[in-house]
Structure formats: C-alpha cells, structure tokens
C-alpha cells in the first residue's frame, strides 16, 4: 500500500492530466508573451492560445455563438454573473431568484446585492432528492426578477437539474437564467442551447485542468448582459481586465476537450465503479442513507449518511482515505452544511454524512480498499 | 527564416517565467489537493500557498498574514481602490490603466494628481488636496511608472497622507523585482502586485496590507484568504509565485549592471540622432525601462519596424498597444499631442545580455535615419 491517501474527493479539486500539463508548458517556457502585447509575435502567439482555448471550451457547451470570458475561476465568474447581471438590471427588475443550496460564491454575491444594492431575494426549496421545486420557482418569480441563478449540478450531493424546465420558466417571466456549471461541466453533456442557459460559470480544476483559471459564458444574443466586475486594461472585450495567463487558459481547453472526448466511456466506468462501492457499504451498513437522488446524480459523486457516527470522527479515523463531510470551502468549519439541510435532513444526520468524489484516476482497487477502510471506521465510530 | 534570434526587450509588458519557477511549478501540478480540504492532500495544499504567502512577505517586507493573493495586479488595484471603504480617490494621472478605470467606475469624487514633466507627481498638490483633511481619502500612488519607469516619491506621499488621516495605495507591479521594496519603509496602507511583472506566472498577484486597515472581498463566496478574498487559491501558479519572488529578491544584486546596459542602449540611441528624446532621463528611474520618443515616426511603426528585426519592444504599455490610443502617462507629463503617439518603451530583464542591445542599436539605426529624413525634410 503507498503512503499516500486514496484521494476520493474530487469535487474539492481533481488532480491535473499529464496530458493537460503538456499542454500548458509551451506557454510557461518559450510561449511566455502577454496576449495583450499586439505588436509582437510572443504576443501573437499567447492570443493564439486564448482563441483556440476559447473554441475548446465553448464547443463543450454548444456554446460556439456566445461569449467566453475568461476568469480566474467559478468564484470570480459567479460574482461577475450574479453581481454584474443585478447591475444591469436594476432597478427596474430588483429581484433575485436562486436555490437553497447553491455554492457560497453564488450566496454570498447575492447576499452582497442585498446588503449594499437593496436587491430582494427569493428562495427556492429543494427536495429530498436534491432537486428544485419547479412549482416554488414558477411561484417565486415574477417580471420583477432580473435573474435566477441554479447551479447545474449541487457540488456536495452530486444531483443534476432540469435546467430546460426551469429555463422555460424563468423564460416566462423575461428573465435571465444563470447557472453555475463548475461540477457539471466537462462531467455531463451541457448544449446551452436546448437547455435554454443565459449565462454559465465553469471552472478548470474540478475536470483535470489547473487552478487559477475558468469561465463566464454568455448567450451572443443576450439583451441585459453582465459589466465588468474588474476594471483596467480592457482585456476580454473589456468584460474582464487583467493579463490573462495563457498557460491556464491553455489547460483549461485542453481539460475541456479530453472531457468532452473521453465523457461517454468514462461515465459509464464510473458508473459501475460507484454501483459496485455502494453495493458494498450497503451490505455491510444497511442503515446507510443516499443523500439526494441516485438517478439524477453525476457518477463521480456520492454523499451518504451514517446514522449515529459522527463524520468528524469518521474523517479521523479514515486516515488512509481523503474524503471531506462537505464543501472544501466550509471545511473545518464545524458547521452543518447547508446543502444537506436544505434537502431535510436533520442536523444530527447531516452531521453523520460523508462526500465520496472519485474521477478519472481512480481505480477500481482503491475504490474497494476506500469501502473496506469506511465500513471498519463506521463500525468503530459506533462502537 | 523564424529561426533567427528573437531579441525580446519587453520585460514591463510580461517577462519571462524563470525555469525554478516552472520546475516548481510542474512539482505541485502533479499533486492534488484544495487548499480548504481538511485531509493531508489539503493540508500539503495549504502548506504550498502559505510558504508562498511567506516568499512575497519576504519581498516586499510585510507581514505573511497581511498578504492577500489575487488574480494579478488587475485584480489587487481593482480591490485597493473598490474595497477598502474609502469615500474619495486621489489618483496620480500617471496611474496604470486598471487604477484609472477602477477610480471611475468606483462613484466616488476622484482627484487627479499632475505630474510634473519627468512624470513625478507632485507633492505639493496633494498637500493641497488634503488640506481640508484626509478622513475617507485614499491616495493611490505607483512605485515605479510602467512607461516611463520612473519612481514615484511614495515614501513622501506617504507622509503628507498619514498627517492627514487619509490611507496610501501603492501599485508597485512595475518595481516589485526591479528595486528593493519595503512595505514597512514606505509607509503606505495598501501595495499590489503582479507575478507574471517579475519572473512567475501569469495570473498570479497580491494586494499587501498594513496590519490595521480594511479590506471587504471584492470577489465573495468560499471565504479564502481569511475572507479577503474568495476563490480556490491558485496552488501551482502561488507556488510559482513566491519561487520568482525568492529570485527576484537576489536578482536584485544585478540592477546595476541591467542599467549600465540600458544607459549604453539611450547613449546608442542619441548618438545616432540628437532628435531622438529619452524621457524622464533626469528622473530616477527603474534600472530596465527606457521610454524613447522618436519625432516623425508613429510607434506602432517603430514597434513593427523592431519586430521585423527580431527585436520585440512596445509602444506604450501592453494595454493599449493595438489600441491606437494616445499614452495618458506621455500627455500627463506634458509631452505635446504630435509628440505623444510617437514613443517606444523598451524594457530588459534578467535574461537581457549585450547582444540584445546591440541588436536593438542596429535596428533602431535605420529607424532613427527615416525619422531624421522624415523630419528634416
């Protein structure tokens, strides 16, 4: 056995593809102009790099008609989106529509809005299985909503929406749908345009790419379109200033392009491979709850709940296994997450949950190891 | 006919990423982990970004704890002059594009601070502006012009500022790496900086703070950087970050010899016409820049001239050359419309050796004659 943990959390972060580090090594040794230098050919040769990066991406989108602006990741793209999106609007449409369950950087910008721009928020429930209540949101929007943020695919539950029922009905009332992509992109096939996307934040580490870099893509054709959120230079079509790093955006193409390549086979692996973990853990644990829908899941992604074992024990104990009892952002935080409340469960069973990611170099070994090693730490916690 | 040699002499627009950088770099790349994950992967995540946060600490002589890792120097001044709760602006004219374009979309009253004709802003005016009181004022000065490269008299600005209550930002991505930087020295409230301006990648910066003043999260959400500032860090690119600024540090012992070179490039220059203008000469200024103004010749025909002959300099700042868009910092200083449009900006590094001024010396020679002819005819 290697010393190093079996690492099973790949909705914090995935590892980078060698592939994609090859990619990105051009721009960091003799490719190392600034895209913005246009007088010159070092300069001539990061813009390349941008465009064919740009392409890459979009067409793992269907997004080929829209803009991709580059950020310096899903954080920055969601406050650009959320933030830049209520700008544009208001104040005639004041109101924002969003999810229980969606990632900080979605809650917080929206919660900024409400603090400093008298923005109005309006939640929708989820349900237990980890899906909006398309009712709630018919309900709560209205030709006050400027936008209505849902994230594609829930980073702790691994529950994927219904993106193009709830586009028709944000449709309905004129607003703009944005949705925040950075654990569905790159895993599941995303066409913006029958899903009926406005705007759509994606990021390149959660798919083998590197850190420090993804993107806000918006519909070409968009009547209210978000401003900068950084100003300057005017790089991006002045949607977003600052040198772009070209070795990022290199691998983030790159990322995207092996996902899109590579999704179909690798789905279906993963599939299998988390049947045969549960298939295991339910065996030997029979009181294990799934928290969120199994069907509308990414394969990547289990999160379940053992009753009467504490998950800061269980992470303790799992020392050869590298699995979080949340979003990496709330870690070690001590508090509940948020999304497990918001789908019903008590504090006490979302204190017992556990996130299981695995991905792309993941083995089936490991996975079996990882079962054995979680069955043991359970029935020790309960001891 | 490609392979000829590239002689490449624009350091202020990006410079060339070192190789213990890269190899650093490629080191963390290949290991996993989020900085905000509890397990060991996360934790030796962690222990990568902080060890940087302790490199630019070192720098720039801060504290570690006061560094604020941003997406680049973009980023940090948007920030400084956006986020930190000042009620009026006080920007020299000489700024670079992102404190100019932060100030205006800020809504808040901006001041413009003039430069005098070496592009040094003046500290008597900005004693004036503070006369009343400096409550709620931030002041943003830079270290050292990205056109020009002249240093700012920050430590000066920094004293009219604090006696009268008001807070000093000090966008230093130009002299970070050039010059020895002191946080501490200088006095100044806010500092940012730029990787990708000394040797790391780009994509990386910092905004540094003085241990008691704010700063609210321009970008919100997770709540890295104590909160400062959300988003999953940029290990790799962090790491990288802070092995450029232990090289930056002891390349510092080489500025002489950068400016030797650079003096022997303006003398070159001159010999070859006396039309030909080396702005802010008399100023002190950064060991690398040298801002050449060529009357007669457009700079994008300058640059594309230099290109042509192997050498890649700029006109004006990367930002806005293919912009065909006058430099703000030549006209703040006074240099006359016609004159304006017609500088070259030629910045070297560490990777700079005598060939390349020589290649410069060759090519700029046909250049200098077409402006002479040009002119005197």
Known sequence: MSKSPIYLDYQATTPLDDRVLDAMMPYLTGKFGNPHSASHRFGWEAEAALDIAREQVATEIGGEGGDLVFTSGATEANNMAVKGLFEAFAPSRNEIVLSDFEHSCVLKSAEWLAENRGAVLRWVPVGRDGRLDLSALKAAVSDKTALVSVMMVNNEIGTVQDMAAISRIVRDVGAVLHSDCAQAFGKIAIDVGALGIDLLSLSGHKIYGPKGVGALWMRGDLAVKPGPLLHGGGQEQ????????????????????????????????????????????????????????IEHRVPGNLNLCFPGARADLLLSGLRSVAVSSGSACASGSGRTSHVLRAIGLSDDAAKSSLRIGFGRFTKDEEMDYAAAALIETVKACRR | MQNRQRHYLDYNATAPIRVAVIERMSEVMQTVGNPSSVHSSG???????????????????????????????????????????????????????????????????????????????DMAVLAELLADGGDGVLVSVMLANNETGVIEPVA??????????????????????????????????????????????????????????????????????????????????????????????????????????????????????????????????????????????????????????????????????????????????????????????????????????????????????????????
Not at chain 2, 193 to 207: I, N, R, V, Y
Not at chain 2, 349 to 355: H, K, T, V
């Open chain 1, 238 to 293: 002045g949607l977003r200033s600052g040198t772009q790093a070209p070795a990022l955006v290199a691998g983030l193409g790159r990322a995207a392009d092996i996902a899109g390549a590579e999704r179909a086979q690798e789905t279906d692996r993963l599939a299998k491979m988390r049947t045969r973990f549960l298939d295991r853990v339910m065996e030997a644990l029979p009181d294990t709850q799934m928290n969120g829908s």
């Open chain 2, 43 to 121: 934790r030796a995540a962690r222990g990568v970004v902080e060890a940087a946060r302790a490199n630019i600490a070192a720098l720039v002589g801060a504290r570690a704890r006061d560094v604020v890792f941003t997406s680049g120097g973009t980023e940090a001044n948007n920030a400084a002059l956006r986020a930190t709760g000042a009620k009026r602006l006080i920007v020299s004219a000489v700024e670079h594009d992102c404190t100019l374009a932060a100030a205006k979309v800020s809504g808040l009253d901006v001041k413009q601070l003039p430069v005098d004709s070496q592009g040094i802003a």
């Open chain 2, 156 to 377: 000066e600005a920094a004293a009219i500022v604090k006696e009268a209550g008001a807070r000093l930002h000090v966008d230093a991505a130009q002299a970070c790496g050039k010059i020895d930087v002191d946080f501490g020295h200088l006095g100044a409230d806010y500092l940012s900086l730029s990787g990708h301006k000394f040797g790391g990648p780009q994509g990386t910066g910092a905004l540094v703070l003085a241990p008691t003043v704010p700063l609210a999260p321009l970008i919100t959400g997770g709540g890295q950087e104590l909160g400062r500032r959300s988003g999953t860090e940029n290990v790799a690119g962090l790491a990288g970050l802070g092995v450029a600024a232990d090289c930056a540090l002891a390349g510092l012992a080489d500025a002489p010899q950068l400016a030797r070179m650079r003096d022997q490039l303006e003398a070159g220059v001159q010999n070859l016409w006396d039309g030909v203008q080396v702005l802010s000469q008399s100023a002190e200024r950064l060991p690398n820049t040298s801002c050449l103004l060529l009357p007669g010749l457009k700079g994008e025909t300058q640059v594309m001239h230099m290109d042509l002959n192997g050498v890649e300099v700029s006109s004006g700042s990367a930002c806005s050359s293919g912009k065909v868009k006058q430099s703000h910092v030549l006209t703040a200083m006074g240099v006359a419309d016609d004159l304006a449009g017609n500088s070259m900006r030629v910045s070297l590094g560490y990777g700079s050796q005598e060939r390349d001024v020589d290649a410069f010396l060759t090519a700029y020679a046909s250049l200098a004659e077409r402006a002479r002819d040009r002119v005197q005819s």
